[in-house]
């Protein structure tokens, strides 16, 4: 059973055989991760997301983006209008997060290319296509 933490940093793997365990390892390594033990009373000082739960995750991660996209790109823009294109933009961003099935085979760079457009989109109905583009390259250099 995998979990991931509520940072989205770390990777709780369990398992019922110590060879499972090394595979996991094996492949986390191959994907270019660090993989070690961690101490068990750190396990217990953060929440953790497992298959039933990680779509929270997703969604906290898009709203964490967007915050970030939006503290730099929608200067000028009326409160209404703010909170309109942060919901906007939240709800693109969650719904490509959560469509796309990341794993060791998976292109990310597509997964990038949704996120950009899907950002575009949901921004252009409210602040039109020019600044909608703008945000929209903004997120691509977030994201890099």
Not at 6 to 30: N, W
Not at 115 to 122: G, K, L, P, T
């Amino acid at each position: 059973m995998a979990e991931v933490d509520h940072s989205g940093e770390l990777l709780r793997v369990r398992a019922r055989a110590p060879a499972d365990l090394d595979r996991a390892r094996a492949v986390l390594l191959e994907l270019g991760y660090e993989a070690s033990a961690a101490d068990p009373p750190s396990q217990s000082l953060t929440d953790w997301y497992d298959v039933t739960t990680v779509r929270q995750l997703s969604r906290e991660e898009a709203t964490v983006i967007t915050d970030r996209l939006l503290s730099v790109t929608a200067f000028g823009l009326a409160a209404e209008s703010r909170e309109r294109l942060h919901d906007a933009v939240t709800a693109a961003l969650y719904g490509v997060f959560a469509t796309h099935e990341l794993d060791s085979r998976s292109q990310r760079a597509l997964l990038r290319v949704d996120c950009v457009r899907a950002v575009e989109d949901a921004a252009a109905a409210i602040v039109g296509g020019d600044r909608a583009r703008q945000i929209a390259s903004a997120f691509e250099r977030d994201v890099g």
